[in-house]
């Protein structure tokens, strides 16, 4: 069997969900990477399995919008707030 590749639009789907249930849906081979096509973010789906059809898509935006939910109040319960800057050093060029 050859593996088909295809582009699943990203809009209201976690990462961490399709990684966690792209085998159920496409089979045990299949594997899913972020990926962007024509300018939209999403995920390269490769599987030698059957592809995601329309309702197993929805099924992974209803997912995500639970998993999103959950990481939400967990964060809530520890009192962190997701979006608060970070300090990130950046090392300056030397111009040579």
């Known amino acids: 069997m050859t ?3 295809y582009f699943v639009p990203g809009f209201g789907i976690s990462r961490a969900v399709i990684q966690n249930e792209i085998r ?3 089979g045990p081979d299949a594997i899913v990477r972020p990926y962007t096509h024509q300018g939209r ?3 390269l789906v490769t599987t ?3 592809p995601l059809t329309k309702a197993q898509i929805e099924d992974l935006k209803m997912s995500s919008r ?3 939910e959950k990481q939400s109040r967990r964060a809530d319960e520890v009192d962190v707030f997701v979006n608060q800057p970070i300090a990130v050093t950046q090392r300056m060029r030397r111009s040579g």
């Open 3 to 5: 593996a088909n590749s």
């Open 24 to 26: 159920y849906h496409c």
């Open 41 to 43: 973010d999403g995920f």
């Open 48 to 50: 030698t399995g059957p």
């Open 66 to 68: 639970d998993y999103e």
